[in-house]
């Protein structure tokens, strides 16, 4: 597990729901250019997906396309 983990939070497509937290086409479509500017993000960003995955909860039988409204808070105060 990393240190630190990163979030996507209703980035991509004008049509997508707003409740889409690390949508995989997002992160898909921005990897090259995370990779350009800094690898290491790459691990952060993909962290969160694989243990979901990973967890007894997720019964699915292909891939999460993304985290769910329900599984992080992002209505944090900065």
């Given at each position: 597990?990393?240190q630190?983990?990163?979030?996507?939070?209703?980035?991509?497509?004008?049509f997508?729901l707003p409740?889409?937290?690390?949508a995989?086409e997002?992160?898909?479509?921005?990897?090259p250019?995370?990779?350009?500017i800094?690898?290491?993000?790459?691990g952060?960003?993909?962290e969160?997906?694989?243990r979901?995955?990973?967890?007894r909860?997720?019964?699915?039988?292909y891939?999460?396309?993304?985290?769910?409204?329900?599984?992080?808070?992002?209505?944090?105060?900065i």
């Amino acid at each position: 597990m990393s240190q630190h983990e990163l979030f996507v939070h209703h980035a991509g497509a004008e049509f997508d729901l707003p409740s889409r937290i690390t949508a995989v086409e997002t992160l898909y479509a921005a990897f090259p250019a995370l990779m350009y500017i800094d690898p290491s993000l790459g691990g952060p960003l993909l962290e969160p997906l694989f243990r979901l995955q990973a967890s007894r909860n997720y019964t699915t039988k292909y891939a999460a396309a993304d985290l769910g409204a329900s599984r992080i808070n992002t209505n944090i105060g900065i």
